[in-house]
Each structure stands twice: as structure tokens, then as C-alpha cells.
């Protein structure tokens, strides 16, 4: 019988250079998307794929990650005392929302040093890794597909997209073969951001894992690569091209809603897709967005497709 996964793990030791000045003093995770910090999506859906026990992989300055999922006394004393039930909802929905630990990356050596520091804490289970960037919309899941993969095979899995080749140079990009389902296929080869036109595919992983615990072992023996930092697409190569004792990596591939936060740019555009989605605050939004967009009239540049540094 396969474990059952109960852990996620959610690295945020980064230092958030592409939002400064904003990310001088506050983590980038706390960035509001729309009204919710970014990491708070990314908890939720670990939570609603049933992963509750929670461990963050944080760095210096994270204290208001940590904040932000534990009780406000003081906040939620005056509203309790203003009896404004709706606020105090959206103060306590965090605190209880999972079972959140912390371990300290130390040395920022990459991905894959920081999927490390979870050893101690998930031991000799299957785990899932969320990475912050990426904000999976709650009515296309993907977690609990990736899930239900890995304990139907009990591999790695891991999640694809399809992406535009001029962004494949962003991605770990994977080689694969079909498998009989229409969504998942195995991947023969990976390769962490590929030069610009020399990628193998367009299939980038987006950041969604579902490792199984021998990727500790593998992680340690694992060298620097791109940028001379411990990459986790460099261990999962392995593994795909290992031997079978570690079942291999299978990718589910995703089409559906994804908001990336990683740049400026695609931080906007999350903005502005999540906010003309909402029920309260889309109509009026949606209204005031097509009147600017007229006004902007041939305006638009070429779309560059996100920043670089
Ligand atoms: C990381 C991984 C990369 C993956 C990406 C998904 O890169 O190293 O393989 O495709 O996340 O967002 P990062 O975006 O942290 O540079």
C-alpha cells in the first residue's frame, strides 16, 4: 500500500530581488494578490489537496511569513471588541488554516538544497513540494491530480505546462512518451533552463512536485549546475534516467489556470486576471479595465514575456 501524503513543503527562503524596494523589509510570499498575501493561496491549495502539515523553508527577514499564519491578538481583540465578525473571519482563516512548520535554509544554494532541508522533517514518505510563483487556480486542480498519479504508480511526479518557446530558457524543461492516459506522460530526460532555442520541448514544470523520499539521497550527491546553484530538475534527471529502483518520473500535464507572481509583469497580470474573476470586486472591475483598455487604444508593445534578473 502506498503512504498517504499528508506533507508539503513550500521553499520561501528567496530574497525577492525583482519586487525591490517592496521586498526590502517584507517577504516577496507576502505580496498582496489582490487582497490575499501570494503565499496564502499557495497554503490553500496544498490544504485543499488534503496536505495539512505544512513546512516552510524560510530565510532572514521571513518573521512576517510566520505572522501571518499564527494568531493577531491584538487585532482580533478590537475587532472582537468593534464585533466585526466578517474581518475576524479573514484574520483567523490563516491561523487555523494548516499544521505550519519552519526550518531555515542557512546558505542560499538553490532549489534544490532547499527541498533538502526538509529531510529531518518529512522522513521516509512521499511529499509534495509547492513553490510560491506559481498560483494554481482553485477550480482547475492539479495537486490532487498529481496525487492520485503518484499513488496509482508510485513514482515522482512531477507538474507540466505547455509554454511558448521563447520562454522555454525560464523552465526545467522535460523529454517524455506518452502513457495511456490522455494527461500524464513519462519523461525520459530533463534539463534545468535550456539556452534559448536549444530546448528538447515545451514542456516547462511549473512549480508542483510530488518527490518521493529517496530524492534526499539523490539531492545530496547532487552538484551545482545552472547558475552554480543545487537544482532539483538536475536530481529528478537523475531519477528519470536512473535506475528503475526509483520508479522513474511521470508528468501530469496541466491546462489549466495558472497565475504566475515571479516578475513584475506576470505579478500584474495575475492581479488583473484574479481580480476580474471575483464576485465582488470583478463587475466593477471589469467595467473600469475594458474603458482603460479603449483609452489605451494601439498602445501596446510586443508582449517581452516576463524579466530575466
Ligand atoms: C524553478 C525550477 C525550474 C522550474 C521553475 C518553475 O526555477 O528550478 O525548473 O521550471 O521553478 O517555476 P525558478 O523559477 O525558481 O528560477
Redesign the pocket.
Known amino acids: 500500500m502506498p503512504t498517504k501524503i499528508t506533507k508539503a513543503v513550500i521553499p520561501v527562503a528567496?530574497l525577492g530581488t525583482r519586487f525591490l524596494p517592496a521586498t526590502k523589509a517584507m517577504p516577496k510570499e507576502m505580496l498582496p494578490v489582490v487582497d490575499k498575501p501570494a503565499i496564502q493561496y499557495v497554503v490553500e491549495e496544498a490544504v485543499e489537496a488534503g496536505l495539512h502539515d505544512v513546512l516552510m523553508v524560510t530565510g532572514r527577514n521571513k518573521t512576517a511569513l510566520e505572522n501571518h499564519f499564527d494568531r493577531a491578538g491584538e487585532l482580533e481583540a478590537v475587532l472582537v471588541s468593534k464585533g466585526d465578525d466578517e474581518k475576524l473571519e479573514k484574520v483567523n482563516y490563516s491561523t487555523g488554516l494548516a499544521d505550519v512548520h519552519y526550518v531555515r535554509q542557512g546558505d542560499p544554494k538553490?532549489?534544490g538544497h532547499a527541498v533538502l532541508r526538509a529531510k529531518m522533517h518529512v522522513g521516509h514518505e512521499p511529499f509534495a513540494v509547492l513553490?510560491g510563483?506559481?498560483i494554481i487556480d482553485n477550480r482547475d486542480p492539479l495537486l490532487s491530480r498529481m496525487l492520485e498519479v503518484q499513488e496509482a504508480l508510485n513514482t515522482t511526479v512531477v507538474a507540466l505546462l505547455e509554454v511558448d518557446p521563447s520562454q522555454t530558457h525560464?523552465?526545467?524543461?522535460a523529454t517524455v512518451e506518452p502513457t495511456d492516459e490522455e494527461d500524464v506522460v513519462r519523461i525520459t530526460g530533463l534539463v534545468?533552463?535550456p539556452p534559448a532555442g536549444e530546448a528538447p520541448s515545451n514542456l516547462?514544470?511549473?512549480?508542483r512536485y510530488v518527490l518521493r523520499p529517496e530524492i534526499f539521497e539523490v539531492l545530496e550527491r547532487t552538484q551545482p549546475g545552472k547558475g552554480g546553484e543545487i537544482?532539483?530538475?538536475d536530481a529528478l534527471e537523475e531519477i528519470a534516467t536512473g535506475p528503475t529502483w526509483t520508479g522513474g518520473v511521470h508528468g501530469v500535464v496541466f491546462r489549466g489556470r495558472r497565475y504566475?507572481t515571479?516578475d513584475r509583469l506576470d505579478y500584474l497580470k495575475a492581479i488583473v486576471q484574479l481580480a476580474s474573476d471575483r464576485d465582488d470586486l470583478g463587475p466593477d472591475f471589469r467595467g473600469w479595465l475594458q474603458g482603460f483598455a479603449q483609452g489605451l487604444g494601439g498602445q501596446a508593445d510586443d508582449d517581452q514575456g516576463g524579466e530575466d534578473g
Open positions: 528567496g538553490g532549489l513553490l510563483d506559481d525560464l523552465y526545467g524543461i534545468e533552463k516547462a514544470i511549473i512549480g537544482q532539483l530538475t504566475d515571479g
